[in-house]
């Protein structure tokens, strides 16, 4: 159903969380203060790649004001960090491998003196070669970034056997994709309070509070226990805020000083120093027979993971997975390898290698319709993976007809109608309204299968708490944060869905280790299912104490009885008075010394077979686009967006549309104008000056989103995640209705007006203007 | 570090202040820090990104830009300032109702934005409105709940094509 207030309109709520945003009240991590605060810098390198001789602090330390200043020396447990394998240190102290590495923190009374401070510490430093290229990162005397080399992980994916002997038609091209930065609007930061009875308050933006926990145990060696983390409301993240990234420094300093630290990192230290999407180069040879199946396909991944490893396998498993996209090939032969450089670090990032994959593979899908002479949405068809078929690594999937809905369902949009009155491939204009006569339009379209959950062999834990508290109130606790996906909203209308209750019978408690059960990171989509999954188990046990206890104290049998709004009703009765409320519960619990609630704990569903990474569930969207291509700048216009999202019921119709228009928004910077560039290993683009991400302007003027809800009789998976879905499949939409617009095939993102404007033939643009 | 005895007098939210800061603080740092008016956020400090913006004698400004003394003797609106008394303002209701904001972290900017578009200009064609509101950047709602607030609130803009 197409996703709208009127269509939704039941379910069409405003978010809890929203008064408070609108009116500025709401206080993010970063705008916390604390009487006596200091502020909390950190001093990066001046080289990408460098040994350090020395570094001499003494000056900084004699400032006055300056309260603390730390380095490696001064960190008591692991000085190492990194949520899949500790890897990066916290301060380094013998080599610096990227320009974002820290060497020094400074706790001082003000943050100018702090950053004066950082200017005084002495460090001598002797520059190496840099290793810029992953193309050669490999090559032989080449010098190793770690250890272990210059190689943090290949992946290998083989069906059937490698042969294009048999094929009518071959596509090889390579695909090139940016160095793409998160850019939430809040940069990294918080406030660091250690307490007066010897424990650590950590108020930090993250994505997953426990984890943060954790890893600060180890860097402080401290029991874990003896750490708090909160971890919400942040002001964005997308993957970004993951990994650590000034919790270490804050933490380091709050606990050398005995005061609050406050830390918010510059928008120019937030790009050199924070994760950004992997820069892929992706070449594809895929061949078809006469009909067009698709025969062989052979993939060579190639990701620049930059200095540390942070996610960077998990990415690249990620990518090998959804290299053949929503198809199926007998013969395949994907191979990835994810290489260090000194470049910026790459980890996670919404879509996590998908879109980069997708793209490629959805171009390919382009070319070969042209070769044949076919349609390329007829081709998708005849390729797509029907019910039945296994996953891309053979393995055993939840079976939807996801795929072929989507594939359907695009066909009656009225972009489609428009498609379909066009040449198929022939770089044709549509006949358009008002259009300049050096302005040329076109259509296109992609489809995208994406994996949702951490896949098989990754640790995927989760659970979620439900009391009754003294005041009556249903709480839902998880560990999972909020940083503008919605969750507040989605957990609301699940627990008045499951309770028939009212939102002021709920209170929600995430974000913070001390209140909420580990539930796992907020990550690869996963919350909304993982929340509803936790529902369904925790809603028998806790009606069945809470109709017991109403049961006993107003006589009634528990049969006839339900909870609804404000108390237990006999059932039929839910519109009347509350035959108990459930502050009378609470009141009866109390007495009777026995708490109200449930807990439980699981983990995400994951393939029984398969290899690692390996997917479970898997979701599916199309996306079609109208462009418009300026001829004479080569400018490209977004003019319209269709989506269509198979993720099984949705929760949240606002948040929903929401994740697929906002996601596809992120995709439009990827695909036009956003490449985080480096030089020699340092960043040529410090903010958002030459960074430039979608505003106003550039957003197409219309955004579809149609929701396929249904999932097969017996799924007993319930709603999938949304929150990447509409991120990835656009890119290669936009690039298909380029071609269709100017005849000009892109396979470098973000694509270049430069290449545009160049790829034009002089005479034919003179004919357009005529 | 300089000293400074500069008192900057305005008018902040309807209320007289005088603060002694220095000259060329940034308003941004003086309403966050100084002052805890949190609501208006940071985030490029370069003008680019639209978090900071405030009104100056009803007009939106970044207060990234504005530097104390450019403030003296004016009128300074910041997001705290924008709904009186306990009722929302119409802009704030409409992008509560049509989703536009997710992380909420450009919203404060982007309602004063809004705001003042609004009273300005209360029937903007969509070329207008655009001009007007591409110095915001949002980063999560890909501008769309925006687009329905913006229409919402009673700005008569046209999206089609
Ligand atoms: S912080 Fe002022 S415009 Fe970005
Ligand atoms: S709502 Fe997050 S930046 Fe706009």
């Known amino acids: 159903m197409l996703l709208n207030r009127e269509t939704y309109a039941k379910k069409w709520i405003i978010r809890p969380d929203g008064e408070e945003k609108v009116t500025g009240k709401l206080r993010y991590l970063t705008d916390l203060t604390a009487p006596g605060m200091l502020y909390g810098k950190v001093l990066r390198s001046r080289y990408p790649h460098a040994w350090i001789l020395s570094i001499d602090t003494t000056k900084a330390r004699q400032l006055p004001g300056v309260r603390a200043v730390v380095t490696a020396k001064d960190v008591p447990g692991m000085n190492l960090f990194g949520i899949a394998f500790p890897h990066q240190p916290v301060l380094c102290h013998d080599r610096v491998r990227y320009i974002g590495d820290a060497l020094a923190a400074v706790a001082a009374d003000t943050e100018e003196l702090a950053e004066y401070a950082l200017s005084l510490i002495e460090v001598v430093y002797e520059p190496l070669p840099v290793v810029d290229d992953p193309e050669t990162a490999l090559d032989e005397g080449v010098m190793k970034l770690h250890p272990e080399g210059n190689l943090l992980h290949r992946t290998s994916l083989q069906q059937g056997e490698m042969s294009f002997a048999g094929c009518a038609h071959i596509v090889e091209e390579t695909y090139h994709t940016p160095r793409q930065m998160h850019t939430y609007m809040e940069t990294e930061g918080g406030l660091f309070i250690p307490e007066a009875d010897g424990r650590l308050t950590v108020y930090s933006p993250t994505q997953h509070g426990y984890k943060d926990r954790m890893q600060l145990a180890r860097i402080l060696a401290m029991a874990e226990e003896q750490i708090r983390v909160i971890s919400s409301p942040i002001g964005g993240s997308f993957g970004g805020k993951d990994e650590l990234n000034v919790q270490p420094f804050g933490a380091l300093l709050a606990l050398q000083t005995g005061s609050p630290i406050k830390m918010h990192n510059s928008r120019k230290e937030s790009v050199i120093a924070g994760i950004k999407r992997h820069p892929m180069r992706i070449r594809m040879k895929t061949g078809v027979d006469e009909a067009g199946h698709m025969v062989a396909h052979q993939v060579r991944i190639l990701a620049d993971t930059g200095a540390y490893a942070t996610l960077g396998c998990e990415v690249l498993n990620f990518a090998t997975e959804h290299a053949i996209g929503p198809y199926t090939i007998p013969n395949i032969d994907v191979e990835g390898t994810s290489v260090y450089t000194n470049n910026g670090v790459s980890g996670e990032f919404r879509g996590f290698g998908g879109n980069q994959v997708i793209f490629a593979v959805e171009s390919q899908i382009e070319r070969l319709a042209e070769k044949l002479g076919m349609d390329a949405w007829e081709l998708r068809k005849l390729n797509l993976r029907a019910p039945g078929d296994p996953g891309p690594m053979g393995q055993k999937i939840v079976q939807t007809e996801g795929a072929s809905q989507v594939w359907s369902k695009m066909m009656e949009s009225a972009l489609w109608a428009k498609r379909a009155k066009l040449q198929p491939g022939s770089g044709q204009s549509p006949p358009s309204e008002s259009q300049d006569p050096w302005t040329r339009r076109g259509i296109g379209a992609a489809m995208v299968m994406h994996g949702a959950g951490l896949g098989l062999g990754i640790p995927d834990h989760s659970g979620g708490r439900l009391e009754l508290t003294p005041e009556g109130k249903i709480q839902a606790s998880f560990g999972f944060e909020e940083f503008g996906q919605g969750l507040y909203a989605a957990l609301t209308l699940m627990l008045q869905d499951v309770f028939g209750c009212a939102t002021d019978d709920i209170v929600i408690v995430i974000g913070d280790t001390d209140r909420v059960p580990s539930s796992g990171s907020s990550t690869a989509s996963r919350a909304t299912t993982m929340m509803w999954r936790a529902l369904q188990r925790l809603r028998p046990p806790f009606v069945h104490t809470l109709l017991q206890l109403a049961s006993e104290w107003a006589g009634i049998a528990a049969a006839e009885l339900a909870t609804g709004a404000g108390g237990i009703h006999r059932i039929g009765d839910e519109a009347g008075t509350p035959v108990v409320t459930y502050a009378q519960l609470a009141e009866a619990a109390e007495a009777a010394a026995k708490p109200i609630l449930a807990h439980t704990e699981f983990d995400y569903p994951t393939t029984p077979e398969g290899l690692v990474g390996a997917h479970y569930l898997y979701s599916y969207a199309a996306v079609a686009v109208e462009v418009e291509v300026n001829m004479l700048t080569g400018r490209v216009k977004v003019i319209q967006t269709d989506h269509v999202i198979a993720a099984g019921p949705v929760i949240n119709p606002m948040g929903f549309l929401g994740q697929i228009e906002g996601g596809s928004g992120m995709a439009l910077g990827f695909t036009l104008t956003e490449d985080a560039v480096m030089k020699e290993s340092a960043y040529l683009r410090h903010n958002l000056d030459t960074y430039l991400v979608p505003t106003f302007k550039d957003s197409p003027h219309i955004i579809r989103v149609e929701a396929i809800e249904e999932l097969p009789v017996g799924d007993t998976f319930g709603p999938r995640g949304v929150g990447e879905i509409g991120s990835v499949g656009l890119a290669p939409a936009i690039t298909a209705a380029v071609r269709q617009a100017t005849g000009i095939w892109v396979s470098r993102l973000p694509l270049s007006p430069e290449d545009i404007v160049q790829s034009i033939d002089w005479l034919e643009r003179v004919e357009a203007i005529d | ?161």
């Open chain 2, 1 to 161: 570090m300089i000293n400074t005895t500069y008192v900057l007098k305005c008018a902040i939210n309807g209320k007289a202040v005088a603060i002694p800061v220095p000259a060329s603080k940034r308003m941004s740092d003086i309403l966050r820090d100084d002052l805890l008016l949190t609501g208006t956020k940071v985030s490029c400090e370069i003008g680019r990104c639209g978090a900071c913006m405030v009104l100056l004698d009803g007009k939106p400004v970044n207060s990234c830009l504005l530097m104390a003394y450019q403030a003296a003797g004016r009128e300074v609106t910041t997001i705290e300032g924008i709904s009186a008394g306990e009722d929302l303002h119409p802009v704030q209701q409409a992008m509560l109702e049509e989703g536009g904001l997710q992380c909420g972290y450009c919203t404060a900017g982007m309602v004063v934005t809004l705001t003042a578009l609004w009273e300005i200009n209360p029937a903007p064609t969509r070329a207008e409105a655009e001009q007007a509101l591409c110095g915001n950047i949002c980063r999560c709602t890909g501008y769309e709940g925006i687009f329905r607030a913006v229409e919402r609130c009673g700005l008569s803009i046209k999206r089609e094509g």
